[in-house]
Structures are given as C-alpha cells and as structure tokens.
C-alpha cells in the first residue's frame, strides 16, 4: 500500500525499499519505528493517508498493449492448484523502477486470502489453492501503471 504525507506529498510505498532511509522493501508503515517521520518535511507517520488505488479490471482478453502487459493468466495444475503469472512476461520489464511487486487472492467476502511479494529479480508468478473459494478474486500491482485485477467464479 502506498501512503501520502499530508504536510509535504511524499509518498511512502510499503513495496519498495527507501535506500536513503534504510528501510527494507514491503515494510508495513505500522512496522516503522514510532518516532519515524516523513524524511522530506519531519512531519511523524501519524498524519500519513492511505491511498486508495483504483483497480484496473481485466476482461477475458486484452484490450490494448498496457492490458496486454499486466493481463493475469491463469492456468489449472492437476493437483487442484492455480497458477497465476502475468502473461507475456518478457514484455513486462521486471527491474527496481518498473514491475509488477505483488500479487493478492481475495475471496468473494473481500477478505484477504494470500499475498506475495516480489523482488525485481523474481518473476510474478504465483501457484495457490483456490479449490475450496467459489469466487475470488486476483490483483496484481505494477509499480508503474497500478492495480490490475481479474473476477473468478470456479466452475465445479
């Protein structure tokens, strides 16, 4: 989640690491020191604001190149696992200013289910068991362009 000072407009973003702070990537801001402030105006993380990102839904097939790069694929394992990557994986870049940094699984309840990180190194691909969910949900954020989300209803 990405978080707004509200004195200076400096976004704190738990997904990346802050190397002029030392603060290590997917650092919750609740998990920040207690006399943490903001590292532009000196302001505490009290008068942070969450910021609400809208998700970007995705239909069956993309609809455009920016679609395209962020589209969720998703594919059945024999062992009733899913996988999820994001499809056409060389097109996306996967370095420390642009990739996709994490993928979440939510179910129809809008209760958070699983989530992963990941680093610039490793591709977004993520395998889970969603046999027992029968609707859910899967988001996949970009550094860069945002949330990216698809709608499942598993077929019995």
């Not at 992963?116 to 068991?129: G, I």
Request: glycine share 2%; net charge negative.
């Amino acid at each position: 989640m990405r978080y707004l000072c509200t004195s200076c407009n400096y976004i704190y973003d738990e997904d990346l690491w802050d190397k002029t702070e030392w603060i290590k990537s997917w650092t919750k801001i609740e998990n920040l020191w207690d006399n943490f402030v903001c590292p532009v105006c000196g302001e505490y993380k009290d008068i942070f604001h969450w910021i609400k990102e809208e998700i970007n839904y995705l239909t069956e097939k993309p609809q455009d190149a920016i679609e395209a790069n962020h589209f969720i694929k998703i594919t059945k394992n024999n062992d009733w696992r899913t996988k999820f990557e994001i499809w056409f994986l060389e097109f996306h870049p996967s370095g420390e200013e642009h990739r996709i940094s994490s993928i979440w699984i939510y179910d129809e309840y809008w209760d958070l289910v699983y989530e992963k990180f990941f680093s610039s190194w490793e591709e977004p691909v993520l395998v889970f068991d969603v046999s027992d969910l029968d609707e859910y949900e899967i988001r996949a954020r970009c550094i860069v362009h945002g949330i990216w989300g698809r709608k499942i209803k598993n077929m019995v």
